[in-house]
């Protein structure tokens, strides 16, 4: 999208239709959230298909904004990775992740794995996996409950450096999956050399299965890819009953959905855990 750079923030054009001194004031006053504390968790359930038992959580941050209520990320996102602001968001979101974890393990509520989302200049920062390991002593959380989510284009700017992270993370016993699968171009031979554990197919390729005979073919075909390599696979943004269907019969280990739960507060997801969960 075409962009100009005003006070250091790139603007984009929808941005801009939202009002440009509103969007300027956003930028300007994400220091200050940060600072105050503005920002929650929400937590969405991940289910698995051959029971529908919530095995696990994606974390996707929120801000509280004092006049304008919530804001949801894609408003905010890409003005902390420009600012750079996204750095201490970023480990604000890993650091509250853990932090959460613990106090689920310590309530005794059946652990799950907890996923969060990495920017691409997160992701590129040189220190990121001593910052993580740092974190996870700190909260006392063992790595194998965390588990990062990465796009197709994160990792291949620099394939060399990525894999060397990469394996930072498994060493350590962090898990990795591929977030929006199939909307970047990820080489398949690539794949292969990434140490990942997990695929989650893009919710637009979910949107009209059993509708778009395309999509269904892709779906199946990446199912049955990541099965060779011995991938997990997550759908994503699964919202009919005939969705989740046609995705149990291909084979789809786990969803993530309106189907089953929104992302929610910590509250709400907590009472959504002793309930759905065994
Ligand atoms: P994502 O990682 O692909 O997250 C999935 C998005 O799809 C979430 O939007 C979620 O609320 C939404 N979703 C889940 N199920 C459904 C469904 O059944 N139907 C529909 N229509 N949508 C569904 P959300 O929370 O607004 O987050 C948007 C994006 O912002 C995320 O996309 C992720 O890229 C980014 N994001 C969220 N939290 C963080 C964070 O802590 N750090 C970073 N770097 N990015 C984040
Ligand atoms: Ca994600
Ligand atoms: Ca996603
Ligand atoms: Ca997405």
């Known amino acids: 999208s075409k962009a100009n750079t005003h006070n250091g923030y790139r603007v984009y054009e929808d941005a801009m239709s939202e009002g440009f001194s509103a969007y300027?004031?956003?930028?300007?006053g994400l220091r200050k959230a940060i600072e105050e504390g503005q920002f929650e968790l929400f937590y969405q359930p991940k289910v698995r298909s051959s029971d529908e038992q919530t095995v696990g959580a994606e974390a996707?941050?929120?801000?509280?904004?004092?006049?304008?209520?919530?804001?949801?990320?894609?408003?905010?996102?890409?003005?902390?990775?420009?600012?750079?602001l996204i750095l201490p968001l970023g480990e604000w979101v890993i650091r509250r992740a853990c932090e959460q974890l613990k106090l689920w393990q310590e309530q005794g509520l059946t652990p799950i794995n907890l996923s969060v989302n990495l920017s691409g200049r997160q992701f590129l920062q040189p220190n990121l996996v001593e910052v993580v390991q740092q974190i996870l002593?700190?909260?006392g959380i063992d790595p194998k409950y965390l588990e990062l989510e990465l796009t197709e284009s994160m990792l291949m700017s620099d394939v060399n450096g990525t894999i060397k992270k990469l394996h930072g993370f498994r060493e350590m016993g962090v898990s990795?999956?591929?977030?929006?699968?199939?909307?970047?171009?990820?080489?398949?031979?690539?794949?292969?050399?990434?140490p990942i554990q997990a695929l989650k197919i893009d919710r637009s390729f979910i949107q009209d299965l059993g509708a778009d005979g395309e999509d269904d073919a892709i779906v199946k075909a990446t199912i049955a890819m990541a099965q060779s390599l011995n991938l997990k696979v997550i759908a994503e943004g699964v919202e009919s009953r005939q969705q989740m269907n046609?995705?149990?019969?291909?084979?789809?280990?786990?969803?993530?959905g309106y189907l089953f739960a929104k992302p929610m507060s910590t509250l709400d997801f907590e009472t959504y855990l002793k309930k759905y969960q065994l």
């Not at 300027?24 to 300007?28: E, F």
């Open 246 to 256: 046609l995705l149990t019969g291909y084979q789809c280990q786990e969803v993530q």
């Open 176 to 194: 990795l999956s591929i977030d929006d699968f199939g909307t970047g171009y990820s080489s398949l031979a690539y794949l292969k050399k990434f």
């Open 137 to 139: 002593q700190e909260t």
């Open 24 to 28: 300027l004031t956003l930028g300007g």
């Open 60 to 84: 996707l941050i929120r801000w509280h904004h004092p006049d304008w209520g919530m804001i949801t990320p894609d408003k905010f996102i890409p003005i902390a990775e420009e600012s750079g």
